[in-house]
């Protein structure tokens, strides 16, 4: 059975760093893209960054390009997402998943991890 399960979350203030982690199951993690999604009150699921299978790309959209990173160890069948230099406009429940969950049937979302950024 597909599962994720992200932590790392919480509430930090404006500048400053969280790292999330996610841990997945289910599927062979090394095969696909992973990406971080994230939600936020009263908006869409939006995309937030991915990774090739072997972790050689990464994409980030723009509104988080230049303070967040994405990783992935495939040995812990898990991906990692450094957020520096927060904003409030991150506040969101982050998820992460495959970067094409109709494809490679992975549409059993976490339950996410809560990032608020305030002072």
């Known amino acids: 059975q597909v599962q994720f399960v992200e932590s790392g979350g919480g509430l930090v203030q404006p500048g400053g760093s969280l790292r999330l982690s996610c841990v997945a199951a289910?599927?062979?993690?090394?095969?696909?893209?992973m990406s971080w999604y994230r939600q936020a009150p009263g908006k869409e699921r939006e995309l937030v960054a991915t990774i090739t299978s072997d972790g050689s790309i990464t994409n980030y959209a723009d509104s988080v390009k230049g303070r967040f990173t994405i990783s992935r160890d495939n040995a812990k069948n898990t991906v990692y997402l450094q957020m520096n230099s927060l904003k409030p406009d991150d506040t969101a429940v982050y998820y992460c998943?495959?970067?094409?969950?109709?494809?490679?049937?992975?549409?059993?979302w976490g339950q996410g991890t809560q990032v608020t950024v305030s002072s």
């Open positions: 289910g599927f062979i993690f090394s095969s696909p893209a």
């Open positions: 998943n495959t970067r094409l969950p109709t494809q490679w049937r992975t549409e059993n």
